[in-house]
Nanobody
């Protein structure tokens, strides 16, 4: 059974940091890409970042580039998203999702699309106060 367990959310003040974790099981971790998304109330799900455990490529949305960092620990089957310089507009439920990783050139074109990920975690809430 495929499972993705997102954790690490919490409440922080603007300018603070959090590290989110996505623990994966039930599939071949090395062959998959893990994406991070978020959804704020009344808004669409937004792609933040993605990492391929197959070839190591990483991708970031412009809105988080330079503030968020994605990394993967293949031995622990866990992907992390380090959130720095948090802003109130970063408040949302953060989700991780998994899909088979295509070559980097194709992953670049699809990583932002939630429908391309068959497996999803349950979400972890990040609240940033001003």
């Amino acid at each position: 059974e495929v499972q993705l367990q997102a954790s690490g959310g919490g409440s922080v003040q603007a300018g603070g940091s959090l590290r989110l974790s996505c623990a994966a099981s039930g599939f071949t971790f090395d062959e998959h890409a893990i994406g991070w998304f978020r959804q704020a109330p009344g808004k669409e799900r937004e792609a933040l970042s993605c990492i391929s455990n197959r070839h190591g490529s990483t991708f970031y949305a412009d809105s988080v580039k330079g503030r968020f960092t994605i990394s993967s620990d293949n031995a622990a089957n866990t992907v992390y998203l380090q959130l720095n310089s948090l802003k109130p507009e970063d408040t949302a439920v953060y989700y991780c999702a998994a899909r088979i990783s295509p070559p980097s050139s194709l992953l670049l074109r699809v990583w932002t699309q939630p429908a391309r990920y068959p497996y999803w975690g349950q979400g972890t809430l990040v609240t940033v106060s001003s």
